[in-house]
């Protein structure tokens, strides 16, 4: 019987390795606006990300506190806005800028600079992360979160590339919140998005970005 035992535990080890882990692009969220003079170079700058790494995630995030210099940006929401508020009390600066850019919610920088850009990337490359599994299933997608980790999941939907015409990288449309775990715990999705999503594990208040995935 141990033997029987043992070749079944031996036998589940070699699926579970023949099945590896969907690798987690690092997020990097530009907040950006189209009354902004600087903005333009950051999203040549992020197209330039986008094309050489298939490992960076990209979501644009337009705010509206410029739209008193031009137009109003049409791409602008409250959620964007609300979302960079809560980074600028996170990291402690003296208010919200454009272009800025977060990179797995634990640094940022000035989205125009290609040199500054590189640098906060290959920084949270080394920072170590929770193991979050988003996997896709039969019926959807599951985020598994291991036990201790409290975290928020999100649902962001955006504009892929080719269902726009701006210069932007995948400007985001919307965001839902599916759940706020305490110590661990699972979220399956089985909704489909009209153009691009992907599904954000972080830390509650915008903390460290724990899992990220596209998945449409």
Not at 9 to 26: E, G, R
Not at 52 to 72: A, C, F, K, N, Q
Not at 167 to 174: F, K
Not at 180 to 200: F, I, K, P, W
């Amino acid at each position: 019987m141990p033997d029987m035992r043992n070749a079944l535990i031996l036998l589940f080890s070699t699926l579970m390795l023949a099945v590896p882990a969907m690798a987690q692009p690092v997020l990097v969220e530009l907040f950006s606006s189209h009354n902004c003079p600087a903005c333009p170079q950051a999203h040549r700058t992020m197209a330039q990300v986008d094309h050489e790494r298939d490992d960076v995630l990209i979501l644009t995030w337009s705010v509206d506190y410029w739209d008193y210099l031009g137009e109003p940006d049409p791409m602008a929401m409250d959620i964007s806005t609300q979302r960079q508020e809560a980074y600028v009390e996170r990291f402690n600066l003296r208010g919200p800028y454009t272009p800025q850019t977060v990179y797995n919610g634990a640094a940022q920088c000035q989205g125009n600079k290609p040199s500054d850009v590189a640098l906060r990337l290959s920084e949270v490359e080394e920072t170590p992360i929770p193991g979050i599994a988003i996997r896709e299933t039969e019926f959807g997608w599951t985020v598994d979160v291991p036990p201790g980790v409290d975290c928020e999941v999100h649902l962001i939907r955006f504009r892929a590339m080719g269902d726009h015409v701006t210069d932007m990288v995948n400007p985001v449309t919307g965001m839902d919140t599916l759940a706020h775990l305490q110590r661990g715990g699972a979220v399956s999705l089985s909704q489909s998005c009209e153009s691009g999503c992907a599904l954000l594990v972080q830390a509650p208040d915008h903390g460290v970005v724990y899992g990220v995935q596209r998945i449409q």
